[in-house]
């Protein structure tokens, strides 16, 4: 399948589209497309998708204000809200928030994209839906994917007319899947594969991954308790794997909007005396945003702790060479600390996530999902976490929360996803 080539499309709005496709770069005639800045896009496009953008990192970072911020952001999640699972029932009417796009892509977003793609038609591999209704609108000759990025997902994700599209969909849980057909979607147009984890962490045949797992474990489970209750298991799984006594490290990562960036200044604060003491290390993840990155260098300056290599800031202005960094990062990381973003997925690499508030009704079911499959915790107080956290190291629940995620929680996705693109192209 070497000579095989897709066309991936996302789109360049926080980091959540841009982190799925990143993972099937390999595998694209042309990196990563952007349906809301690809070369051919007018500018009245590119305006429509600026300010669409713009005003949902004002009203995300607005949440914070008491009362009146609060009120804002729950007007804008209502409009991208998820109706209840159960009962099951027929949900395949549109939604305002599926008219309105559908509205745009009729006036011309994405027609010019989709009239350069049908130049060399190849499987088209989208992460945002939107370019999938540009792609089933405009008529694309090849065949149209769509990556789910999340756990459970609104109507806008299903086409306009579910039931004779041929858009199919590549769905990282069951739930998704049947979501879907409570959207409309026929059965033969839902695969579930998983959702597309990198490269980068999982080497051939898991190696990468499952070295990684062998040490995480030790270092999540410093006194050896959760080792010796399940010590037959562990060892089978992960040969290498031992009790081991080093600095436990925790990742902090902020969304594409920058919210929740106090936080991580937090706990900064909070594991002071255990980061210079040697037993923490902590990475402020601060994405490709300068005026993130900024604010943690203060932190980092006020503390003292500029010349502390137990403390870095991840950073890079260019997204993808972001994404590589954070993926290294991930691999000496034993605790992702972020809110239920598509990053709920990652802790598929065997990483226990404490979960910050979730902002978004999809956030929202992927914190119900993590929960579900016991991977993740909701933070306690962050002012009291040199407390807590130590007690969870002890009582061996995040040893546990990286064995469940690990077992739980698919880590094949690009392979998966490949077989299926390719299965009849």
């Not at 049947?178 to 147009?189: A, F, M, P, Q």
């Not at 972001?322 to 990652?346: G, Q, V």
């Amino acid at each position: 399948m070497d000579n095989k080539k897709i066309h991936l499309v996302a789109a360049d709005m926080g980091y959540g589209h841009q982190r799925a496709a990143y993972p099937l770069l390999p595998l694209s005639r042309a990196g990563i497309i952007n349906l809301n800045d690809y070369p051919e896009i007018d500018n009245w496009e590119k305006s429509y998708w600026l300010n669409s953008q713009k005003s949902y990192e004002k009203i995300s970072y607005f949440k914070r204000i008491p009362v009146l911020g609060e009120l804002v952001f729950r007007a804008m999640d209502y409009f991208q809200r998820i109706d209840a699972f159960y009962p099951r029932r027929d949900l395949s009417r549109q939604t305002l928030q599926q008219k309105i796009f559908f509205k745009a892509v009729k006036k011309g977003v994405g027609k010019k994209l989709i009239e350069s793609l049908n130049k060399e038609v190849l499987p088209l591999v989208t992460t945002f839906f939107v370019a999938a209704y540009c792609a089933e609108y405009y008529h694309y000759q090849g065949p149209i994917y769509c990556i789910v990025c999340d756990a459970d997902i609104s109507r806008a994700w299903a086409p306009i007319n579910p039931r004779s599209s041929r858009i199919i969909y590549l769905c990282p849980n069951k739930r998704v899947g049947e979501r879907l057909k409570e959207y409309g979607v026929i059965s033969d147009n839902i695969k579930i594969t998983g959702f597309p984890l990198p490269a980068d962490n999982l080497g051939l045949d898991d190696s990468l991954l499952n070295g990684d797992m062998a040490v995480r474990l030790g270092g999540l489970d410093p006194r050896g308790n959760f080792y010796n209750k399940y010590r037959s298991l562990l060892v089978d799984l992960f040969p290498e794997i031992k009790p081991a006594s080093r600095p436990l490290e925790l990742t902090f990562a902020v969304g594409g909007a920058g919210a929740q960036r106090e936080i991580g200044a937090l706990i900064l604060r909070r594991l002071e005396a255990s980061i210079k003491s040697g037993k923490v290390k902590i990475n402020l993840v601060a994405g490709s945003r300068a005026d993130v990155n900024e604010y943690f260098k203060k932190a980092v300056l006020n503390l003292g702790l500029e010349n502390n290599n137990s403390v870095r800031i991840i950073y890079h202005p260019q997204k993808m060479e972001y994404f590589r960094l954070f993926n290294l990062c991930l691999r000496r990381t034993d605790i992702l600390w972020t809110k239920p973003s598509e990053l709920s997925f990652y802790t598929g690499l065997g990483l226990p996530i404490i979960m910050s508030e979730p902002v978004g009704a999809q956030e929202k079911f992927n914190r119900e999902w993590l929960l579900s499959i016991g991977a993740a915790f909701d933070e306690v107080n962050p002012e009291f976490v040199n407390e807590w956290l130590f007690d969870w190291l002890d009582d061996g629940r995040l040893a546990r929360a990286s064995l469940n995620a690990y077992l739980y929680v698919g880590h094949k996705g690009v392979e998966n996803m490949e077989k299926e693109i390719f299965s009849n192209f």
